[in-house]
Antibody, heavy 118, light 109 residues
Framework: EVQLLESGGGLVQSGGSLRLSCAAS????????MNWVRQAPGKGLEWVSR????????YYADSVKGRFTISRDNSKNTLSLKMNSLRVEDSAVYYC???????????WGQGTLVTVSS | QTVVTQEPSFSVSPGGTVTLTCGLS?????????PSWYQQTPGQAPRMLIY???LRSSGVPDRFSGSILGNKAALTITGAQADDESHYYC?????????FGGGTKLTVL
């Protein structure tokens, strides 16, 4: 059974930093791309970042480019998102998602809440 | 900038059929965008229903189907049930990332 367990969310001041982690199990982690998708309170979904299976290529939404860094440790089945220069508009539930074969998100974690205060 | 459009809301009667669409503010949606669809109920993480335009995810009832209709991707629910009342999101694969639509709130009544 695929499981994705996010951690690291919390309350941070504007301009601060936070690191999210996602522990993956139930599949061969090193074979799949992984993503972060977020959802602001009461709003829709927004793709944030993607990393290829080997970790050699990363991609970002324009809204976070230059501030967020996605990474992975295939030896520990762990995905991370380092978030710097946080803004109030970055407040959201952040979901770790497993990448499917067609750019889709076939499994989702339960999410971790990030709140950025002004 | 790619903007993906969805109907903000839709309603369907129990047992009825409804088609939700996913378009582009500029241009047409084709299978080259690998459209996928997700269902989200309040307080829960989304779950994938359809991927690569028309492939059902494991365990998804066959009353859910995906297609391209005209210049949009479409999600059709045939024989709607009360627990289909949810938010539905489409996403298009663009530039190695995804662009989500704003979502459709489906009411079954």
């Amino acid at each position: 059974e695929v499981q994705l367990l996010e951690s690291g969310g919390g309350l941070v001041q504007s301009g601060g930093s936070l690191r999210l982690s996602c522990a993956a199990s139930g599949f061969t982690f090193s074979n799949y791309a992984m993503n972060w998708v977020r959802q602001a309170p009461g709003k829709g979904l927004e793709w944030v970042s993607r990393i290829r299976s080997s970790g050699d290529s990363t991609y970002y939404a324009d809204s976070v480019k230059g501030r967020f860094t996605i990474s992975r440790d295939n030896s520990k089945n762990t995905l991370s998102l380092k978030m710097n220069s946080l803004r109030v508009e970055d407040s959201a539930v952040y979901y770790c998602t497993k990448g499917g074969h067609y750019g889709d998100y076939d499994f989702w974690g339960q999410g971790t809440l990030v709140t950025v205060s002004s | 900038q790619t903007v993906v459009t969805q109907e903000p809301s839709f309603s369907v009667s129990p047992g009825g059929t409804v088609t939700l669409t996913c378009g582009l503010s500029s241009g047409s949606v084709s299978s080259n965008y690998y459209p996928s669809w997700y269902q989200q109920t309040p307080g829960q993480a989304p779950r994938m229903l359809i991927y690569n335009t028309n492939l059902r995810s494991s365990g998804v009832p066959d009353r859910f189907s995906g297609s391209i209709l005209g210049n949009k991707a479409a999600l059709t629910i045939t024989g709607a049930q009360a627990d289909d009342e949810s938010h539905y999101y489409c996403v298009l694969y663009v530039h190695s990332g995804g662009v989500f639509g704003g979502g459709t709130k489906l009411t079954v009544l």
